[in-house]
């Protein structure tokens, strides 16, 4: 196990009802991870586990709050009980510690009694949906094959009826990519002030032994016919910003812009993907196993199960901390050598699978995205930086660029 000199604090999203859902979405990663699990009859994490994590999760983190983040498959297929249960729980061994919970939903079980539970114990709710109808209905269904979108509509306004402090995640797959200010308004008017974008891209190898979405060390999988395309995804990304930066600097929050100006000046990005290492964000499944990444919940990367190996030797063991380094130490010469290389760090490892212009292997499927984004985005985000560094607020920028615009169109 390593040792280190600073505060230990590592995020874990915990998976209590495992990859169990009430939706099939075309899209999702995560559902076929039932077949890690095959004499699996019930993926309720038991009262047990439950509370060995909730016990070590507190003592492992040296810092004064504490952040819990529920995901799954779909948490709220779990009753009440387990929930309140966990708020019991974390009271009984928060000790001075102050506790924070994030919950990650698709809202379509979402009703006035979990907004009411919600709200008194002050969970941050994230609210899984893609756009305006059509396009969150093209893949978000259920398993009979039913539509969502109404549920996901009546959870948003649920959360706002109860005052349920929510953001929302937005995948971006390759039909969202024709429609990005209609998706960005429609996020907008759903009362959402922080706004994720995750572009999905997932790789598929049907003779695959373990799990049929595969990783980026398979040279012969496919593109699934649902991942966004490069291209298409870096002028999604130029059009919502170019709205944004005019109008909603300071106003709407988006994780990505965010996350690129922090970078640009030098800051914490707060996002792994755009970190130059990772291996600070794992994941519990519902019987204590924990995996180095929610996108490499593959045998390979299991670091071992609470029962019988503490979180935190998990989490500051050699093999995750190997993990971590070699999203730096992976990256091709092409990469080292690129002008952006601070602003994205070669994104996803779980997106290194293509050839870089002289044949060497690791380069990011969407580094074409990322390469016309932040080109496009540099001036503005020298502006901002500069306006910070001058201690004056960024959102600045909007006149700066309306001038601009005004400008370019003479």
Not at 110 to 139: E, M, R, T
Request: proline share 5%; hydrophobic share 35%.
């Amino acid at each position: 196990m390593l040792s280190f000199n600073q505060p230990v604090a590592f995020h874990i999203m915990a998976k209590p009802y495992g990859p169990v859902c009430n939706l099939n979405c075309t899209y999702c990663y995560y559902l076929e991870k039932k077949k890690l699990y095959p004499q699996q009859g019930n993926f309720r994490m038991d009262d047990s586990i439950l509370e060995e994590y909730i016990k070590q999760f507190i003592e492992s983190q040296d810092v004064p709050v504490v952040s819990f983040t529920w995901q799954g498959g779909e948490p709220t297929m779990l009753d009440l009980g387990f929930f309140k249960n966990v708020i019991a729980l974390q009271k009984k061994y928060r000790g001075a510690k102050t506790i924070e919970n994030a919950f990650q939903t698709n809202g379509t079980l979402i009703d006035a009694d979990w907004c009411k539970f919600l709200h008194d114990n002050n969970f941050l709710v994230g609210i899984s949906v893609d756009g305006p109808q059509h396009i969150h209905d093209k893949y978000r269904v259920y398993k009979s094959g039913g539509l969502s979108f109404g549920k996901v509509i009546e959870a948003v306004n649920l959360l706002k009826q109860y005052r349920v402090e929510f953001n929302t995640l937005t995948v971006v797959h390759n039909e969202s990519t024709q429609y990005p200010l209609e998706i960005y308004d429609f996020l907008k008017s759903t009362g959402s002030g922080y706004i994720q974008f995750i572009p999905i891209v997932e790789r598929i190898k049907e003779d695959s032994r373990e799990l049929k979405l595969v990783g980026p060390e398979y040279e012969n999988a496919r593109i699934t016919p649902w991942s966004v395309n490069p291209e298409a995804y870096g002028k999604f990304l130029i059009t919502i910003f170019d709205e944004w930066v005019r109008k909603d600097v300071s106003r709407i929050f988006v994780q990505l812009f965010d996350v690129t100006l922090a970078n640009w000046t030098g800051q914490p990005s707060g996002l792994c993907v755009f970190d130059e290492t990772c291996g600070n964000a794992m994941v519990l499944e519902h019987n204590g196993d924990l995996y180095s990444c929610d996108h490499y919940v593959y045998p390979k990367h299991l670091l071992g199960n609470i029962q019988t190996t503490s979180l935190k030797n998990m989490a500051l063991s050699t093999k995750q901390y190997v993990f971590g380094q070699d999203k730096l130490l992976g990256l091709p010469a092409y990469c080292m050598d690129c002008e952006y290389r601070f602003a994205c760090h070669g994104e996803c490892p779980k997106h290194r699978f293509e050839k870089t212009p002289d044949g060497e292997r690791g380069l990011n499927y969407l580094c074409k995205a990322y390469k016309m984004f932040f080109s496009y985005v540099h001036p503005y985000m020298q502006f901002m930086g500069d306006e910070l560094a001058a201690r004056r607020p960024p959102a600045n920028v909007m006149q700066w660029a309306q001038r601009l615009k005004s400008y370019h169109s003479k």
